[in-house]
């Protein structure tokens, strides 16, 4: 991941007022600023007091000073170059547009169901994710310091096994108990790559496995009638449903077969994944999947660059052969 999105998930988790664009400029290049602004950043009023874009050294209240004919101009003093001019976008101030992130992280999921405001900046609720036979929960916190984990509990009290992604850490807290939520980091499963954002739906599933194997083990003796190994069967084959088509169409491009995509996600989730299953999402997903040339043959006879960011391009290569079986 960029540092810069891990940066912005922290800084949001505190803050999301208003902001020049010369405060981004240190950390968030040009183009990508250029897609924020277009996405998830809304420009707000005007700055009341701007830096002094000379000397950096101090700021101002900007001064509007009208000539005939001519469009309006701002200027600032300085000590040093006496009066400065200032470029309109220099005036700009930008807020984050904390609605807008959580549509995207929503689209990026394919949640199901509508998304909703459960605490205003602060709590979201994203959506449904299928979970073996059922659905799961998938909410957004913005764990601000005016947050009480008293109000945090009681919204997310009706949403069983939920799904949380969070813009920073969320301490332990004993008034979860036993029905705690999945934390997930979002600087752990999100990145950005040529100017997308997405969310790695592998590490989501390993991270909200393994919160679900630390609320397994933290419960307490007296509650735990089912056995610590049944839970954790249950926990795998509900990790298996999970798996989206794109895991597994991203899968099958990693690793150039679906015999060998299948093997992997198995591995991964530590339950089983049939071949069949990983096929049937390929085709699901209008994948052109390449037939083996050596039906007898159980090898694979070429790697395929595993790019993260390039994991849905077709394999073109005709002097390539790939099994899979
Ligand atoms: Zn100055």
Redesign the pocket.
């Given at each position: 991941m960029h540092d810069w999105l891990r940066t912005l998930w922290l800084m949001l988790d505190r803050y999301c007022g208003g902001f020049a664009s010369s405060s981004f400029e240190d950390w968030i290049d040009r183009d990508t600023l250029a897609i924020l602004k277009e996405s998830w950043l809304r420009e707000t009023s005007p700055l009341k007091y701007v830096v002094?874009p000379?000397?950096l050294?101090?700021d101002e209240e900007p001064i509007l000073r009208e000539y005939p004919g001519v469009a309006p101009k701002w200027f600032i003093p300085?000590?040093?170059?006496g009066r400065?001019q200032l470029r309109p976008d220099e005036l700009q101030q930008w807020q984050f547009d904390l609605e807008a992130i959580a549509r995207t992280i929503a689209g990026t999921l394919s949640l199901s169901g509508p998304l909703s405001v459960e605490i205003p900046q602060k709590l979201w609720r994203l959506g449904r994710a299928p979970w073996q036979n059922r659905t799961r929960e998938v909410w957004l916190l913005r764990d601000s310091p005016s947050l009480s984990r008293t109000d945090l509990k009681l919204a997310l009290k009706s949403s069983r096994q939920a799904i949380v992604l969070t813009y920073g850490r969320v301490l332990p807290d004993p008034l979860w108990k036993t029905r705690s939520p999945a934390f997930v980091l979002l600087s752990h499963v999100s990145q950005w790559c040529d100017g997308k954002f997405s969310i790695d739906a592998m590490q989501l599933l390993e991270a909200v496995r393994d919160q679900d194997d630390m609320v397994c083990e933290s419960m307490p003796a007296e509650t735990g009638r089912v056995s610590s190994k049944r839970i954790r069967r249950q926990v795998k084959e509900e990790i298996a449903s999970m798996l989206t088509d794109e895991a597994m169409v991203a899968a099958y491009f990693q690793h150039g077969s679906v015999r060998l995509a299948a093997e992997a996600l198995s591995i991964q989730t530590k339950s089983e994944i049939s071949k069949d299953k990983v096929y049937r999402a390929l085709k699901r997903s209008g994948v052109e999947i390449k037939a083996p040339v050596n039906h007898n043959s159980c090898s694979v006879r070429r790697t395929v660059a595993s790019q993260r960011c390039d994991n849905r391009k077709i394999i073109s290569d005709s002097t390539d052969t790939v099994d899979w079986q």
């Open positions: 002094c000379d000397c050294d101090h300085c000590p040093e170059s400065v």
